[in-house]
């Protein structure tokens, strides 16, 4: 049995479905009925808890064999992360598959790679088999356009940035071979697509899809993190993504394209054209 834990969220979802497709039998550990329906509906089986009640999450280890975990970003994501870390230690035996991020490090000067990185020490210190995956940023992000693209413009601190983005289905593909095939404790995927494009060329290649055009507007991060606490972000997390564009995207840090997806499952990672081609039409209004 394979449990995962954050299989509400943009990639835990996609982890559901990866290993059904495989015929894994999977658990999801979710907070409610309600809030694991689209897991069951995919044919995962729930546990009902939360990573603050020990006892929950135990007995949804109960004959668990792997474990894929994320927690979301949010300022007690090390608490809940080493909570789990720490019940799947004293359950023993167990496998851990860790959805971190490239450049994790405790000194990062990002708090989401912080983060990661006491996580990855932690899991390390804890004497649990398990894996490390470190994607960059996801192509699905893109959907976060949907909004503003229609109109014909959108607006970005870092156009002209290259960034290597990742579909967030080959980082759940990694996450299935690792959890269900033998050989890959101790190891740690660095997952990005197969090149580098601005954000600018992102969503030029979205409009095209769609039949539509679009204005790339580069604004300040002042003004970008006014945008997003408008729209109902945290300050937490609006405070770690300007980190991120200042530390990591604006410098060129996300632009190198690492082999993981290639490495795990034998092929290559999707394209932007490809997710464009699909996801296009839809963020851009079109289809």
């Known amino acids: 049995m394979i449990l995962v834990i954050g299989s509400t969220g943009q990639v835990g979802s996609q982890v559901v479905h990866a290993l059904r497709d495989a015929d894994a039998p999977v658990r999801a550990f979710v907070r409610s009925e309600e809030k694991g329906a689209a897991a069951r509906d995919a044919g995962a089986e729930l546990a009902i808890g939360d990573l603050t009640d020990a006892a929950s999450l135990d007995a949804a280890l109960d004959g668990v064999d792997h474990v894929f975990l994320v927690a979301p970003a949010a300022f007690d994501q090390v608490a809940l992360e080493r909570a789990a870390i720490d019940s799947v230690a004293r359950r023993g035996g167990i496998h851990l598959v860790k959805l971190s991020v490239i450049g994790a490090d405790p000194s990062a000067p990002v708090r989401f790679a912080s983060a990661h990185g006491k996580l990855e020490a932690a899991l390390a210190d804890s004497g649990v088999a398990h894996t490390i995956l470190r994607p960059t940023d996801f192509m699905q992000n893109a ?70 055009s679009v204005e ?72």
């Open 143 to 212: 959907f976060g356009w949907a909004a503003t693209l229609p109109s014909g413009t959108i607006y970005t601190p870092i156009a002209d940035a290259p960034i290597s983005s990742v579909d967030v289905r080959d980082i759940a593909a990694v996450a299935a071979v690792a959890l269900t095939e033998p050989g890959h404790a101790g190891k740690v995927y660095e997952l990005t697509g197969p090149g580098a494009l601005t954000r600018t060329q992102q969503a030029h290649k979205l409009a095209d899809a769609a039949g539509r």
């Open 216 to 287: 790339v507007t580069e604004i300040s991060e002042d003004q970008a993190a006014e945008a997003m606490r408008s729209a109902g972000y945290p300050d937490f997390n609006v405070d770690g993504l300007i980190e991120l564009d200042v530390h990591v995207y604006a410098p060129g840090y996300a632009g190198g394209v690492a082999d993981g997806v290639q490495a795990a499952t034998g092929r290559p990672p999707r394209d932007y054209d490809a997710f464009a081609r699909e996801a296009g039409p839809v963020i851009a209004g079109g289809g």
